[in-house]
């Protein structure tokens, strides 16, 4: 549409002139991907661990939480006797933790559910009483991992530290393959 004031003209640019509106829709949703793809979507130049400090997982279940990057790094650290951490940094920056910690039977999984920051910043949480999960983090109990007493119970827990990382249904299937994996583990075994 013309510009209603007299003299003036609006001056279009060249590489605009002659394009359909659908065609100029279609480069600009190009545009707007290829800038959105360098910011989130990074290559990844390492391979993705299978193991989280000797707890299979399958590759594919870890890779939707960790970022792109030349170099990934699995440190484990055990804080104390009834709790062994695996941290994942990539580039040098912890990224995600895995966790087998022998706690209290009471209380559950809905009282690690409140300690674990992924889960309460990853919204909605969903499960039940032997695991709860939100995009961000998740909390499982072991079956058959329990204290001679019965008092004390071994719980997984997994958390997402990047706030702009999240998928409900992809933490589920990750915290599913680790806790499975997690009951052969000498923390489970020592316990029955």
């Known amino acids: 549409m013309p510009d209603p004031r007299p003299g003036t003209t609006k001056r279009v640019p060249t590489t605009v002139r002659g394009l359909s509106a659908a065609a100029l829709a279609a480069a600009m949703a190009m545009a707007v991907g290829l800038t959105s793809g360098c910011s989130g979507g990074e290559e990844r130049a390492y391979r993705t661990p299978s193991d989280l400090c000797g707890t299979a997982v399958p590759a594919d279940a870890l890779e939707p939480f960790l970022p792109g990057g030349e170099k ?3 440190k484990e650290e055990q804080p104390a006797e009834d709790t062994l951490r695996c941290r994942v940094s990539v580039d040098g920056e912890q990224v995600f933790v ?3 910690e022998l706690r209290e039977r009471r209380g559950g999984v809905f009282q690690l559910f ?5 889960m309460k910043d990853g919204g909605p949480a969903e499960g039940d009483d032997d695991l709860m999960y939100t995009e961000r983090g998740a909390v499982s109990r072991l079956k058959g991992c329990a204290t001679p007493d019965d008092d004390k119970v071994l719980y997984t827990s997994l958390e997402v530290l990047p706030k702009d990382v999240g998928d409900a249904q992809a933490m589920r299937r990750l915290a599913t393959a680790y806790t499975k994996e997690a009951q052969q583990s000498d923390m489970c075994r020592g316990q029955g």
């Open 72 to 74: 990934v790094a699995v």
């Open 98 to 100: 895995a966790s087998l």
């Open 114 to 118: 409140g300690l674990n920051a992924g």
